[in-house]
């Protein structure tokens, strides 16, 4: 297992450091002949600097910084308190028709798949072992998650176009047997996808642990870094992607009936428009300055996708249940 370690640092400021600034270059010169690395001088500076008074014009010791990795830990938590909430109600409202008619295996499905992608964020947050099998799970839950919950959204858009469309030579082939056998179609190409680059014996592909270092802060970042693998899921991301809205664009002219169709095609358009902001943001920032941020985007990437689609097809459902619940309640001299 190879690691290394990405870090930028920019030059030492001009004014406000007086004989710390001086006695900083000096040993700069001397250590650099020496071999000591430039973190190390880095942190000494910064604990100098932290016992002499700062400077009058010093912006950075009065500047907010945004908590990335808190508000990371809370969004992840929120997460998966949203699929545990809908997983409760998926059992307690199970005779409820409007849960019957939606299917509730692919409802279990979508919540099971979402736990998957929690667990992948967790680990790339945590990473409590920074060694190639703790990318291996991130990666295998990530894609697994996806297939999952993504696949199952396509199949229930599918499903509902066609019954829009009372194609009669269609039905018997609608049935959950059917489509789940569809389904596991799509999770078993994203399987082979994923594992047979990781087990190949190939040094472009094996999982790196690379550590990057925020400027700012001085926090170690780990990061897993597989090279052209992830250029190459990213494309079978956009792939089917694309097959999803090409699904999800017929649901367009569904009837008002069919007001599932309405809330799933949501869901895929949101998926997509995540997945793409995502995309650009991390593109556009340097990984070795922020680290913390490159970390939020690509949290936000899967929570913007999944937690979206999850509220869009349950909190509808349990609010359509509790209005029929109340227009069955008797009123008083009724």
Request: proline share 5%.
């Amino acid at each position: 297992m190879r690691f290394y370690q990405q870090s930028q640092h920019g030059d030492a400021p001009a004014d406000g450091g007086g004989a710390t600034s001086k006695g900083y270059s000096i040993a700069s010169n001397q250590a650099m002949g020496r071999g000591v690395s430039t973190d190390a001088l880095l942190l000494s500076k910064r604990l100098t600097s932290d016992t002499s008074p700062p400077a009058a014009n010093d912006s950075t010791s009065t500047s907010w910084r945004v908590p990335y990795k808190p508000l990371v830990y809370f969004v992840i938590a929120f997460s998966i308190a949203c699929s545990a909430i809908a997983l409760i109600l998926l059992h307690r409202y199970k005779k409820e028709r409007v849960f019957r008619a939606a299917s509730r295996t692919f409802m279990n499905i979508i919540i099971g798949g979402s736990f998957s992608i929690w667990a992948s964020l967790i680990l790339v947050t945590a990473f409590p072992v920074p060694s190639a099998m703790t990318c291996y799970a991130i990666y295998i839950t990530r894609y697994a998650g996806f297939a999952t919950v993504f696949g199952a959204l396509t199949v229930k858009t599918w499903r509902v176009v066609q019954f829009s469309k009372v194609n009669i030579s269609m039905l018997s082939r609608m049935s959950d047997h059917n489509l789940l056998r569809g389904l596991f179609y799509f999770i078993a190409l994203w399987f082979v996808a994923v594992m047979v680059p990781l087990v190949l014996p190939n040094a472009h592909t094996r999982p790196l642990v690379v550590f990057k270092t925020d400027v700012e802060t001085l926090e170690t970042f780990p990061f897993c870094d597989v090279g052209s693998l992830e250029t190459y899921w990213g494309t079978l991301e956009a792939i089917s992607l694309l097959a999803g809205l090409f699904v999800t664009i017929q649901c367009r002219n569904i009837p008002t009936s069919y007001n599932e169709g309405f809330w799933m095609s949501s869901a895929t358009y949101n998926w997509a428009m995540s997945w793409i902001s995502s995309r650009i943001g991390r593109m556009l920032i340097d990984s070795t300055q922020s680290p913390s941020l490159r970390l939020f985007l690509l949290v936000g990437e899967w929570v913007g996708s999944v937690l979206p689609a999850i509220l869009m097809l349950f909190v509808p459902k349990v609010v359509m249940v509790f209005r029929v619940r109340i227009c069955k309640t008797p009123t008083p001299g009724g």
